[in-house]
């Protein structure tokens, strides 16, 4: 949620456990324009959990993403996620926007469970030319020291923040403008990372509900080693490659199945908490963990609803040599939160 402006490039920075993404954005021929993209591997355990465990190897990985983009810029566009962020949809009378200013810290005691001493806020009116007597409020909250922690990050690595968005928002970005035809009903879009997949619920365009599960491909490669017997390397070449094999087929069954009932369960919370009414009418999958063979098929089965991989890269203008010396299959999966962030414009 944060204001557009006139910046002409934006460079969107992912800080992931596994890797770190940069997607950089020309804004100035009237629609976004990708026009480079770099990504640099993560040493494992530098991030765990979203925690930073070793600052220096991780500034020197984003220093090295930023090198291998060509970019000598400071600002960029980041964003924070996990369970200290809480995005809720609540019902308030219709007021101001400054009034409703006034009465979000009021609000947001009813509905975040934080001191609110050690919270950022922030909201954004849904339907701010409705006439009823009430109105749609989009509440996100997150603690302080989440936002302060990237913060500190970034300076390590010579950078600094024009935007902290939030993951989901930013995912949304780069989804709404991929896939409008996904803005209509309710849709969950679930973002299979390397620790963690983030399952966000979207009605009518507006991300609503957003829940972390603590699975991702380390935790696929991490099974195929204990339970299969392969090695880190055979694990991770059949978790990026393009077939399905029983190895994998055995773990689908039980890390898939974590996945399907994450999503059952938000959309359950969802009903039983909102006045959203609506079954979930489809599902897309992004991160790279969407790519594991056969997960999109068993999601598809398990849920009996219509799964696809979403691509960040559908209908996005992209200049020729962006992707230099990457493959577009492979990292596009990849790139939908990046890409997100690049297309927020710094005032």
């Given at each position: ?128 030319e409705g006439d009823g007597l009430e109105m749609s409020v989009l ?209």
């Amino acid at each position: 949620m944060a204001f557009l402006g006139r910046s002409k490039t934006t460079v969107g920075l992912d800080i992931g456990s596994g890797l770190i993404k940069v997607a950089v954005m020309d804004h100035s021929k009237g629609e976004p324009e990708l026009v480079k993209v770099a990504i640099a591997p993560l040493l494992a355990d530098a991030i765990v959990e979203g925690e930073v465990m070793d600052p220096g190897i991780v500034a020197e990985a984003i220093q090295s993403a930023m090198t291998e983009a060509g970019l000598k810029v400071k600002q960029v566009v980041t964003a924070v996620g996990g369970r200290d962020v809480i995005i809720k949809k609540i019902q308030i009378e219709r007021v101001k926007e400054q009034q409703a200013r006034e009465l979000m810290r009021w609000e947001a005691e009813q509905h975040v469970p934080f001191d609110m001493e050690s919270v950022e806020l922030d909201f954004q009116i849904l339907d701010p030319e409705g006439d009823g007597l009430e109105m749609s409020v989009l509440l996100v909250a997150a603690k302080r020291e989440l936002v302060e922690s990237k913060l500190r990050v970034l300076n390590d690595a010579g950078l600094e923040a024009g935007i902290v968005d939030v993951d989901a928002f930013a995912l949304h970005n780069a989804f709404e403008l991929n896939h409008p035809d996904a803005m209509t009903g309710v849709v969950a879009l679930v973002n299979v990372g390397h620790e963690v997949t983030n399952i966000n619920v979207l009605e009518e365009g507006v991300p609503i509900l957003t829940r972390d599960l603590g699975v991702g491909t380390r935790r696929f490669r991490e099974d195929l080693q204990r339970e299969r017997g392969l090695s880190a390397d055979e694990a991770q070449q059949l978790l990026q490659g393009y077939d399905r094999s029983p190895h994998l087929d055995a773990i689908l069954q039980s890390r898939g199945e974590e996945i399907a009932l994450g999503i059952e369960r938000a959309v359950a919370f969802l009903t039983s908490n909102s006045r959203t009414a609506s079954a979930v009418r489809a599902v897309y999958t992004c991160g790279g963990g969407s790519r594991i063979p056969g997960l999109t098929g068993m999601l598809a089965d398990r849920l009996k609803l219509a799964v696809e991989q979403a691509n960040p890269l559908a209908s996005l203008k992209v200049r020729d040599g962006a992707l230099a010396s990457l493959v577009t299959d492979e990292v596009a999966p990849l790139l939908m939160l990046p890409i997100g962030l690049a297309l927020r414009q710094v005032a």
